[in-house]
T-cell receptor, first 116, second 114 residues
Framework: AQKVTQAQTEISVVEKEDVTLDCVYE???????LFWYKQPPSGELVFLIR??????QNEISGRYSWNFQKSTSSFNFTITASQVVDSAVYFC?????????????FGAGTRLFVKA | GAGVSQSPSNKVTEKGKDVELRCDPI?????LYWYRQSLGQGLEFLIY????????KSGLPSDRFSAERTGGSVSTLTIQRTQQEDSAVYLC????????????FGPGTRLLVL
């Protein structure tokens, strides 16, 4: 069965600190996609990254980086030199095909507070 | 270009009434998804459409919920005989060619059932 676990409910850091948001997933499929989304206080979900199960290369985009490790079924997200504008809820998600067609499962989210 | 739009942005209704929520996907996107986000919770996947077809309706919470999509574009999510536990933000997303693609989300409809 699919499952996405974001064990950190809330994280609070001071501006300029680095912070890592954890995501662990479960799936029986060999082909799947992983995503991270940001939900700022305004409420609208913003896509950050998409990764397929065959590409384990880490990715860096500005202050954001992602570490995908199939061996531990983890897809962790690091923000370097955090800023107040990074304060939001971050969701990790898994998409895969199932017998009914396809399904996307979201983790419960991690609320990040960045204090000035 | 225009993103995903949803209407109404807010809806207050009385218990027992029917409500209809609308989603306009990004032009040209063939896949459309509905989610529900209860207060302080994660996203609950409800249903998705590939074109006008919904292959799997098992995510709908009860038979009071239904969804349709016409012309491969606009979708409506209907909740009949609303209950207080239906209160949530209903989010719609669309993706370009189909399943497993990146989903782009609308602003949501905040539903409050009194």
């Amino acid at each position: 069965a699919q499952k996405v676990t974001q064990a950190q409910t809330e994280i609070s850091v001071v501006e300029k600190e680095d912070v890592t948001l954890d995501c662990v997933y479960e799936t029986r499929d060999t082909t799947y996609y992983l995503f991270w989304y940001k939900q700022p206080p305004s409420g609208e979900l913003v896509f950050l990254i998409r990764r397929n199960s065959f590409d384990e290369q880490n990715e860096i985009s500005g202050r954001y980086s992602w570490n995908f490790q199939k061996s531990t079924s983890s897809f962790n997200f690091t923000i370097t030199a955090s800023q107040v504008v990074d304060s939001a809820v971050y969701f990790c998600a898994l998409s895969e095909r199932n017998t009914g067609g396809f399904k996307t499962i979201f983790g419960a989210g991690t609320r990040l507070f960045v204090k000035a | 270009g225009a993103g995903v739009s949803q209407s109404p942005s807010n809806k207050v209704t009385e218990k027992g009434k029917d409500v209809e929520l609308r989603c306009d996907p990004i032009s040209g996107h063939t896949a459309l998804y509905w989610y529900r986000q209860s207060l302080g919770q994660g996203l609950e996947f409800l249903i998705y459409f590939q074109g006008n077809s919904a292959p799997d309706k098992s995510g709908l919470p009860s038979d009071r919920f239904s969804a349709e999509r016409t012309g491969g574009s606009v979708s409506t999510l209907t909740i009949q005989r609303t209950q207080q536990e239906d209160s949530a933000v209903y989010l719609c997303a669309s993706s370009s060619t189909g399943v497993l693609e990146t989903q782009y989300f609308g602003p949501g409809t905040r539903l409050l059932v009194l």
